[in-house]
C-alpha cells in the first residue's frame, strides 16, 4: 500500500569541496553537488519508494535548473518549486579527517530562498496529498521570511491533518540563541515529532542533557531520556528522537540513538563508525525515521531503522543517503560485516 507524500520545506544549496581530504588552500579545483537538509530528506525518501516533494525557491537561470534537475533524477516532486531571485546559496566544505575537524563555510545571504515572500506557495495544493511535513531549524533562521512561511506551512498542515515534524538544527553561524528560541519556541505548537541532539536542544529551546559532555565523547543516555521527557512534558509532543553522536575523531564516530513516545524510552545499537562524509547524517536520521513512523513500524523497530540508515549515510559521498530499505534492514539485523556482495 502506497503511503502518503512526504513534504519539505526548506534551501537547495550548492555544496563545493575540494577534492578528498584537501584543506582550502591547497585546493585547485572543487566537487559539487547540491544538497539542503529538507533536500536531502526528499531524496532519502524518494530513494527509498516513498512519495516526497521538496517546496523550495530557486534562481530562474541553469544553475537553479540543474538544481531542480538533480531532485528529479532521485524521483523528488518538484511542482511547486518557485522560482525568481538572483542566487543560489553555496556552501563551502572541507573534510576532516583524524583529529582535524571538518569546516563548513556558508554563502547564503540573500539567495532565491531567503528572499522568498511567504504568500509564494500554495500551501492548501501542496497538502491535498500529504500524509507529512517537514522543517528545520535552519529554514526559519535564514530570515524573517522564511520564519513567516514556516508558520504559514505549519498551520495549513495542520488544517490539512497533515503530521509535522521538526528537526532544531541549531547553526550558530545564522542566528543567536535569543533569535532562535523567539522564532522555534512558537512553532512549537505545531510539531507532533521533534528531532534533535543536545546542543540543539539547549540552543533553541533552553532545555539541555545532563551530565554529558560531547567534547569528551561522554554521553550519559539516563540524562537524554530526561530531556526527551522535559521537552514532551513542555510542548506535548508525540514523540521525541535524539541522535547520540560520540566523536572519537573525525574519522570515527561512535553513533546511536534514542525515541521517546508513549511515556518511554527506545534505544537502538551503538555503532563504530569509519567515516566517508559524516555531512548529511541527521538528516539521513530524520528521513529514516519518518520512513518508519509513515510504515507505522513499533517504537524499537522505528528507532533502530533510523539509526541504521543514517549509519550507513555516513559511508556514502556526498550529502544523499542512496541507501534502500533492504540495505537498512540488512543491517540493523546484525550484517555490519560490510562483506562484498556478489
Request: glycine fraction near 10%.
Amino acid at each position: 500500500m502506497e503511503r502518503k507524500k512526504f513534504v519539505g520545506f526548506g534551501e537547495l544549496l550548492l555544496r563545493l569541496a575540494p577534492d578528498g581530504y584537501l584543506r582550502f588552500p591547497q585546493a585547485e579545483r572543487f566537487n559539487l553537488n547540491y544538497t539542503g537538509a529538507e533536500g536531502n530528506m526528499a531524496v532519502t525518501l524518494a530513494y527509498m519508494g516513498m512519495p516526497a516533494e521538496l517546496v523550495t525557491k530557486l534562481p530562474d537561470h541553469e544553475i537553479g535548473r540543474c538544481a531542480q534537475r538533480t531532485l528529479a533524477k532521485y524521483g523528488v516532486q518538484t511542482g511547486h518549486i518557485a522560482y525568481g531571485g538572483e542566487r543560489l546559496g553555496v556552501y563551502y566544505l572541507e573534510r576532516g579527517a583524524s583529529q582535524r575537524p571538518s569546516k563548513i563555510i556558508y554563502d547564503r545571504k540573500h539567495s532565491s530562498f531567503a528572499e522568498a515572500e511567504p504568500g509564494e506557495y500554495d500551501w492548501d495544493e501542496i497538502f491535498q496529498d500529504a500524509g507529512w511535513f517537514h522543517f528545520t531549524g535552519i529554514t526559519a533562521a535564514l530570515s524573517d521570511k522564511t520564519a513567516a512561511a514556516c508558520r504559514e506551512a505549519c498551520a495549513a498542515a495542520k488544517r490539512h491533518g497533515v503530521r509535522v515534524s521538526c528537526d532544531l538544527n541549531y547553526r550558530k553561524s545564522l542566528w543567536t540563541t535569543e533569535r532562535a528560541q523567539a522564532v522555534m519556541r512558537p512553532l512549537m505548537e505545531y510539531v507532533d515529532v521533534l528531532i534533535a541532539n543536545e546542543e540543539d536542544s539547549e540552543k533553541v529551546l533552553g532545555v539541555s542533557a545532563a551530565r554529558t559532555d560531547v567534547i569528551a565523547g561522554k554521553l550519559d543516555v539516563e540524562g537524554y531520556r530526561e530531556l526527551a521527557e522535559k521537552l514532551t512534558e513542555s510542548y506535548g509532543f508525540q514523540a521525541v528522537a535524539i541522535t547520540l553522536r560520540e566523536s572519537i575523531s573525525a574519522s570515527v564516530n561512535n553513533w546511536s540513538a534514542l525515541l521517546y513516545t508513549g511515556g518511554r524510552a527506545y534505544h537502538s545499537r551503538k555503532y563504530t563508525m569509519q567515516i566517508v562524509d559524516r555531512v548529511g547524517g541527521g538528516d539521513s536520521f530524520a528521513s529514516g525515521l519518518i520512513y518508519a513512523m509513515l510504515w507505522d513500524f513499533d517504537p524499537q523497530k522505528t528507532v533502530e531503522f533510523a539509526a541504521g540508515a543514517s549509519c550507513l549515510k555516513h559511508s556514502i559521498e556526498f550529502d544523499f543517503n542512496l541507501s534502500t530499505p533492504e540495505e537498512v534492514y540488512q543491517l540493523i539485523q546484525g550484517d555490519g560485516s560490510g562483506r562484498v556482495v556478489r
